[in-house]
């Protein structure tokens, strides 16, 4: 998911397992162009590894490189910027207070969401934004846009409050609340639903309108802007 330099020819990386949650580990001398880890160690690559423990740090000992989502994803700047954006919500989500068995399906969200990227299935900015509703969800923050998230009344709802989780009926709507375009709601909805043909069928507007309530939620939960998806937004 992410790298940092160590020294003169290593890096820390760190990385999402499905057995293990998020590791640390330390791959010595792949800052060489002669390195055995070739770009098995690069962002957004699906890698089998061996690790050995260390006192401070893991080790990374082998890889076998599985699939090469990077190179696909690296090609494609919105391509590039959704992963980027990808990775930085798994980190924050599966961080070392997390058990393994609840970073388990984030692994295999991030690794499908990550695959789809890879193929262009569909635009980056809608396979970004359904990841991260689906991330906040299986983290426990599951929203709703489609009954009231206050007192669970059948929708459709014009109104969405990101601290009540969603949706709200006009008996319960707090101050604050924003009033999106029904259509964005709608496409929300699909978005967490994986409701493709609605998503892909969704017109521009409403995509950056609900992408803005996506990124407010995402926030209000990790407590902290995304690095990456304000590199997105500036674009």
């Given amino acids: 998911m992410r790298t940092y330099k160590l020294g003169e020819a290593d890096r820390i990386i760190v990385l999402l397992t499905a057995d293990h949650g998020q ?6 001398g792949v800052r060489r162009a002669s390195s055995k880890f070739g ?3 690069e962002p957004f690559m699906h890698s089998r590894m061996q690790i050995i423990r260390g006192r401070n740090l893991d080790i990374v000992s082998q890889t076998q490189l599985l699939h090469s989502y990077g190179s696909t994803v690296a090609a494609d700047y919105d391509s590039y ?7 930085e919500t798994a980190e924050r989500l599966t961080t070392a207070d997390v058990d ?6 984030q692994f295999r969200l991030l690794h499908g969401a990550l695959a789809s990227l890879s193929r262009a299935e ?3 900015r809608i396979i970004l ?9 299986t983290a426990g923050w599951a929203p709703s846009f489609t009954v009231c998230s206050r007192c669970g009344k059948e929708g459709p709802h014009r109104s969405v409050n990101i601290g009540v989780g969603g949706v709200v009926c006009d008996d319960c709507r707090p101050s604050g609340s924003q009033t999106p375009a029904p259509e964005s709601i709608q496409l929300l909805a699909a978005l967490l639903a994986g409701d493709w043909a609605t998503a ?9 309108e609900a992408a803005s309530v996506v990124e407010r939620y995402l926030q209000f939960h990790v ?3 995304l690095r990456s998806l304000s590199v997105m937004d500036q674009t």
Wanted: glycine share 2%; net charge positive.
């Fill in 39 to 41: 770009s098995s160690l």
């Fill in 129 to 137: 934004n359904s990841y991260i509703l689906r991330a906040l969800s």
């Fill in 223 to 225: 407590e902290k802007n």
């Fill in 23 to 28: 590791i640390r580990a330390v791959a010595k």
């Fill in 122 to 124: 569909h635009a980056p």
């Fill in 100 to 105: 393994a068995s609840a970073a388990a399906p």
């Fill in 200 to 208: 892909d069928a969704s017109d521009v507007s409403h995509q950056k």
């Fill in 81 to 87: 910027g959704a992963a980027s954006a990808m990775v």
